[in-house]
């Protein structure tokens, strides 16, 4: 049997694995008004739940790397999985504790970890100087994210909530006085940002998710800049590729996995360079509809969940080795 542990409760049932070899096991982590409280009482049911030697499966990087401290401090020991790590490299007292405590967690030949893309797998190894051994999975696509465009909206698109990086995207549209954007954000970075909106720039906070999905369907491209390398906005990626929209995003370890130049376009943190690349498929329809299409075939062909389901496999049988 394996465990495999949620990160929080009511996991939308078409992100769970489907036939696995194993017999499993669910456990849920409660909501709770701190996180970290949740997921320390997730990870206190799973070591209650299992046996010694048995498969805990995380659907959360943090919560598996947490898992394996608990196991290490209370002289326990469970295979741990984790499923696509996203840690991110940031300057302050904090992240270099926790990459202490990912470094020495991917050591173990108890752990096996997944990234969702090669390139990041690489960039993880040099910022924790670790040679460690990783699987790819890519983010599951769902179809339920597909829409069709009613009628175009507005030209540009900017939303989500994770790393984006609010201040280049209002300098880009500045500069870009006779487009029009439709930014989708929360409250908290309107509030931080509403003295910088443009005339050209219409402002929507907390949306549906269903009005989330069609107001980018509704646009003629989906801008994604990002402030991190770790995984994000891979979600909005997936969501505008279900709405054969074209995506134009920062180049990162990650965002290089699903963009290239043939279904989509990844830029540097340049102001020019984006200007002159949303101008462009602006006018060149044909050759927008065309990339965004691309990029539509190749998540359902590549990140199918045969293929989620496949690599969550792979991760358990390594882990199963173990026992």
């Not at 302050?92 to 020495?104: A, D, E, G, H, L």
């Not at 597909?146 to 300098?171: A, P, Q, T, Y």
Request: proline share 2%.
């Amino acid at each position: 049997m394996i465990h495999i542990l949620h990160g929080f409760s009511n996991v939308d049932s078409e992100f769970k694995p489907r036939n696995l070899r194993q017999e499993v096991h669910y456990i849920e982590s409660p909501r709770t008004k701190k996180r970290i409280v949740g997921w320390t009482i997730g990870c206190f049911r799973a070591l209650y739940c299992s046996r010694r030697g048995e498969t805990v499966f995380c659907w959360y990087d943090f919560q598996a790397v947490l898992l394996y401290w608990m196991c290490l401090l209370t002289f326990q020991r469970r295979n741990i999985g984790c499923l696509n790590i996203l840690l991110k490299k940031k300057d302050t007292i904090q992240n270099r504790i926790v990459s202490k405590m990912y470094r020495k967690a991917l050591m173990s030949k108890y752990f096996h970890a997944s990234v969702t893309s090669y390139y990041y797998g690489e960039l993880l190894k040099e910022w924790l100087c670790l040679d460690f051994n990783y699987t790819v999975i890519h983010d599951p696509y769902h179809e339920k994210w597909e829409r069709k465009c009613e009628s175009l909206s507005h030209d540009i698109f900017v939303g989500g909530g994770n790393s984006r990086d609010w201040s280049f995207m209002l300098e880009v549209a500045k500069q870009m006085s006779d487009v029009n954007f439709l930014f989708v954000m929360n409250s908290l970075d309107y509030r931080m940002y509403k003295e910088y909106i443009t005339e050209n720039i219409k402002v929507k906070c907390n949306l549906p998710f269903n009005q989330f999905l069609q107001e980018m369907a509704n646009s003629a491209i989906v801008a994604m800049p990002l402030t991190t390398e770790a995984p994000a906005g891979l979600l909005v990626l997936f969501q505008a590729a279900g709405s054969e929209r074209f995506v134009i995003t920062t180049s990162t370890a990650t965002t290089r996995a699903y963009i290239t130049s043939d279904r989509g376009c990844a830029l540097e943190r340049d102001v020019k360079q984006w200007k002159d690349a949303i101008r462009y498929y602006l006018l060149n329809e044909k050759e927008r509809n065309d990339k965004a299409l691309k990029l539509h075939k190749f998540l359902k062909d590549v990140c199918g969940r045969d293929n989620f389901d496949s690599g969550i496999q792979k991760i358990v049988d390594l882990c199963e080795s173990n026992y």
